[in-house]
């Protein structure tokens, strides 16, 4: 494998289940196309998650596969296409066990990084 | 294919309009926030980043990737072979040889050894064998059953369907001219046992099955082919066999066989009232069984060896140290095996060869193609993605050749099965089936990565900047040593093959050249069918015999005839265990002689020396002194350096007989009243490893009578002629017709052509090892040649650099040359190794094969070196006239 390539599948792997994860989400509040939900992904996180497309597409392409989302074409006014995703019943429950594993682990990380001292409790 | 292609490029195109789309909607985003039109679009991009390197990974989410690269690869190799079609030529040729080769033997190997009976669900079919205490079953074979023992059996199991078949031959004297026939006398379960229906007409029936009954016969497929031209009404015809009339009601499936050749004619076993049927001491009846539908073979096994041992307590004087076995039925093939398993690997061998040739072919390619290979990882291709491209090469170039070999092999099976000696057991069996395509499939491939795996691995990965900054010219140091393990494994395998060709063609000269024991020449033996009429009457023989001797001697050219029941050198054999003193030991512990049984002129006839005392005379009858005559192997190996003439043998299974009964020990000694020279019975190649080599010779006429007939059928006649033996047949045919004309002579042979056939095993491997072999250097020296011409076109520089620093022609010839001879050695040296193991396997497998001989290397490896260093003259002398300036210019 070239070293560049390496390196976008890399990041692509550190990301993989939280960005599967926020894909999920964002799409289940509303069907989206690709750019879209890049948008969304910034925006909602308050610009600090920036969505590289070089993860984002791959990673639709492979929830696609998995069954975990599905895509419909829809005509627009730019020339192309849109490719419009939306979540399919298998992403709902998907996203449910990966949201309760996301809680528990950052309610873990929390206790470790804000450890309650006993005996201060009144 | 062409879906997956057709479905790919549209998604490909479906994701390149999703991307499009996304940079349209991130550009008006930036106009929209005040850029210029120019610049956002150059902003949408950047923010975007690698826009192909994308949709590559993107495409790798698709999951079919690897039917695309195929796809592309294949493509690709169509292309760079178009691009070589000599290359190829040559490749696919060599493929083709030695893929067709190996699988021309796997057929024979498959449809021989492998295939499984031809009847319905032949995994549930097994023979049930009698065994002896002290027996050795892998020197003399599996014994048979005695006919009670078997109805024992057969009544009992619970587990097994049985039946049971003796093979016999006797004289059809009508339909037709009398005729010496093979035949089966079966028990009536047969054909259901085996499930194979009857060609025509129905089984026996079991009513049928008992002394008294009307007489039956079910006729072979073949023999009712050719006597009755399959006509329908041939049921209810009727046939004279040893002179009881038969009528026919059935025609056996065609090419039904179970032990020996396919019988003639079948016959209700439970009708014959030969006594030894209804002894327990003898044992003739082969037992097939089927497994009933719950049983199990150990069930089987179980339940028969209980039986066998309840028969040795109830009949202790015939069934003593006895049991019965069940094992799996496979097909009667004799010793074939060896000599197809090790066909197949010489064949293996010379695949090797073939696959070497073409790696170093492909390696010469892939390092010349070394900087476009670099390209193409500086450009992106990952190392697994290059390596399974260069297999799809090889593959494809394999495959093909594969085919080609296929079809070479379909084109010559036929005659090389008729270029077999002998009969090749289930010769009938033999053909291109799926088993032998899977098998060229799976060679094919086996080879593709043989030869392909080197040149493959080769893809640079590290250092691609190095290879693509150096000139072409320079050969890095592992491509040559890789070039150099190419020659020298092929230089090794051509030796394994030369040296085991010299083997067998020393092997053949000695064996042709070893005394036989007797003069081949001028002697004539055939078997002799005395008249159905004789025979019915025991009293009768011993005239009937001197009758058939005193007329064919009156046939012009005959000097002397004998009547003997084995002949040397054809199929035939008696042995039985022999002991020097008066305390005999049990049966299965003694020594074993092969016994003949001859008249008078014997000796005369077949020229076999008399070292000591007399041969039979005419006083040598029954009621007089029994005597015997012994070869000197025998009388070595029984009284060492003892005088041996005078002495005697106790020999308890001599057909004797006491008190009126049939099969009793026969518990007087024989003596010896002479000693004759050993005689090659085993063939002239085949004695020496015989593993009964010991011989005895009694009077046929002491022979007592209730053995007569039986012996009778086994009898031959032999004539030494002054003429050539073979113009005397038609006169002796003649002369021999008897009364009635119903006595028949068959296989008629004169012992030069028994002494020829002998060996033509030999002569027949020796043919094929020697093309082998041939096929080996060749192809060897070709690689050589080939490897050399590269490896020294690759050093025309250096070799420029040479001479412009003063080397003489002469200096660079002995340069190219030194560096062949040193791969030459190194491959001599282990191919002597494997020569030495290979002739150790040879030794095994071939009767009267000679040991490795250091003559035969002597002989053998200067052949090869000096075919090789002439293949590598031409590279050297094509160095030596390098011209430096120009040599250097190209640099």
């Avoid at chain 2, 990565?449 to 691609?464: E, K």
Wanted: charged share 20%; glycine share 8%; aromatic share 8%.
């Amino acid at each position: 494998m070239s070293t560049n390539k390496t390196r976008y599948q890399n990041r692509t792997e550190i990301l993989q289940g939280t960005l599967d994860m926020l894909i999920l989400q964002t799409l289940k509040w509303a069907p989206r196309h690709g750019y879209a939900l890049s948008k969304a992904i910034r925006t909602n996180s308050g610009e600090i998650l920036k969505v590289d497309t070089g993860s984002l597409y791959p990673a639709l392409h492979r929830l696609e596969r998995k069954g975990l989302i599905s895509a419909e074409w829809k005509a627009s006014d730019l020339g192309p296409r849109l490719r419009i995703y939306h979540l399919t019943n298998a992403g709902k429950r998907q996203l449910m066990s990966e949201r309760s594993r996301w809680e528990r682990l950052t309610a873990a990380i929390a206790g470790i990084l804000n450890p309650v001292e006993k005996e201060n409790v009144p | 294919m062409r879906w997956t292609f057709w479905r790919k490029r549209r998604r490909d195109e479906e994701l390149q309009e999703e991307i499009q789309a996304h940079l349209l909607l991130a550009e008006r985003d930036a106009m929209e926030s005040g850029q210029a039109a120019k610049d956002a679009g150059h902003a949408a991009r950047r923010e975007f980043g690698n826009v192909e390197l994308t949709k590559e990974v993107t495409r790798d989410m698709w999951g079919w990737r690897w039917a695309v690269d195929f796809l592309h690869d294949m493509r690709y190799a169509m292309r760079s072979f178009r691009q070589r079609p000599g290359f190829v030529v040559v490749a696919l040729l060599t493929l083709a040889l030695g893929i067709g080769a190996t699988t021309v033997m796997f057929s024979l190997v498959s449809g021989v050894l492998l295939k499984p009976l031809p009847y319905p669900e032949p995994n549930r079919l097994v023979a049930v064998n009698g065994h002896t205490d002290g027996w050795n079953t892998k020197i003399y074979g599996e014994q048979k059953v005695a006919y009670l023992d078997f109805l024992d059996c057969q009544r009992e199991s619970r587990s097994l369907d049985m039946a049971a078949l003796v093979y016999n031959n006797g004289t059809l004297s009508a339909p037709g001219d009398p005729q010496y026939v093979d035949y089966y006398e079966i028990s009536p379960e047969l054909f259901s046992v085996v499930r194979v229906p009857l060609a025509l007409g129905r089984a026996f029936l079991p009513e049928e099955d008992r002394i008294g009954a009307a007489p039956v016969a079910i006729l072979g497929y073949s023999f009712w082919q050719h006597h009755f031209d399959g006509r329908t009404d041939a049921l209810g015809a009727s046939l004279v066999l040893e002179q009881k009339q038969y009528t026919i009601v059935g025609v056996a499936p065609a090419g039904f066989r179970l032990y020996g050749d396919e019988p003639d004619v079948y016959m209700p076993l439970g009708q014959d009232p030969a006594g030894y049927l209804h002894n327990r001491a003898a044992q003739p009846v082969h037992v097939v069984g089927r497994l009933r539908p719950d049983a199990t073979l150990a069930q089987a096994q179980a339940e028969v060896a209980l039986t066998g041992s309840h028969l040795a307590q109830a009949f202790a004087d015939t069934n003593k140290g006895r049991s019965l076995q069940v094992k799996r039925l496979v097909p009667d093939v004799g010793d074939v095996g060896s000599t197809l398993w090790l066909l197949l690997g010489a064949v293996g061998l010379v695949l090797l060869i073939a696959c070497a040739n073409v790696a170093s072919l492909m390696l010469a390619r892939a390092v010349s193609r070394e900087r476009e290979l670099a390209m193409r990882v500086a450009l992106g291709a990952g190392r697994g993605r290059l390596v399974r491209q260069c297999l799809t090469e090889s593959a494809l170039l394999s495959l093909a050749g594969g085919i080609l070999g296929v079809m070479l092999a379909d084109a010559g099976l036929h005659h090389f099965l008729a270029f077999w000696p002998g009969d090749l057991p289930r010769a009938d069996e033999i053909q291109l089936d799926w088993r032998v395509l899977v098998f060229a499939i799976g060679v094919s491939l086996l080879s593709s990565i043989l030869f392909g795996l080197a040149p493959a691995l080769r893809a640079p990965v590290r250092n691609v900047e190095q290879v693509l900054r150096t000139s072409a010219r320079t050969l890095s140091g592992s491509s040559r040593r890789l070039h150099s393990a190419f020659v020298i494994s092929e230089i090794a395998l051509a030796i394994v093959l030369l040296v085991a060709a010299g083997m067998l063609g020393r092997t053949l000269l000695h064996a042709s050249s070893l005394d036989p024991g007797l003069d081949i020449r001028n002697l004539l033996v055939a078997r002799m069918a005395l008249s159905p009429a004789s025979l019915a009457d025991p009293a009768r023989i011993p005239a009937a015999w001197q009758n058939v001797i005193d007329r064919a001697r009156r046939v012009p050219g005959v000097q002397a005839v004998t009547a003997v029941d084995i002949v040397p050198m054809r199929e035939g054999n008696n042995q039985i265990g022999y002991w020097p003193s008066a305390d005999v030991p049990p049966k299965a512990k003694l020594p074993v002689a092969l016994a003949s049984s001859a008249t008078p002129d014997f000796l005369k006839v077949m020229g076999i020396p008399l070292l000591e005392g007399r041969f039979f005379d005419d006083h040598d009858r029954m009621g007089s002194e029994l005597v015997i005559v012994v070869d000197d192997v025998l009388a070595k190996s029984a009284f060492g350096r003892q005088e041996a003439l005078g002495k005697s043998l106790w020999i308890p299974d001599m057909p004797c007989v006491q008190q009126n009964t049939t099969f009793v020990d026969c518990s007087s000694p024989y003596k010896i009243v002479g000693v004759v020279g050993h005689v090659r019975y085993w063939g002239l190649a085949g004695d020496d490893q015989a593993q009964v080599r010991a011989q005895f010779y009694y009077p046929f006429a002491q022979v007592a009578q209730p053995f007569l007939r039986r012996w009778s059928q086994l009898m031959s006649i032999a004539l030494r002629t002054s003429v050539p033996p073979l113009s005397v047949v038609e006169p002796l045919r003649q002369e021999l017709r008897g009364q009635a004309s119903d006595q028949v002579l068959y296989q008629v042979r004169t012992m030069e052509q028994l002494a020829h056939s002998s060996l033509a095993l030999q002569r027949f491997l020796l043919l094929l090892f020697s093309a082998f072999a041939a096929l080996a250097l060749l192809l060897a020296c070709i690689g050589i040649y080939g490897v050399l011409a590269y490896l020294t076109g690759q050093r025309v520089p250096e070799i420029g650099i040479r001479m412009a620093l003063g080397a003489s022609p002469g200096e660079v010839m002995l340069l190219v040359l030194r560096q062949s001879l040193a791969m030459i050695l190194l491959g001599v040296g282990i191919g002597t190794m494997f020569a030495l193991a290979a002739g150790r396997a040879l030794e095994r497998l071939i009767e009267g094969m000679q040991p490795t001989s250091f003559l035969t290397f002597i002989i053998m490896i200067p052949f090869l070196v000096l075919a090789a260093i002439l293949a590598s003259l031409v590279p050297a002398r094509h160095a030596s006239k390098v011209d430096p300036m120009n040599a250097l210019r190209q640099e």
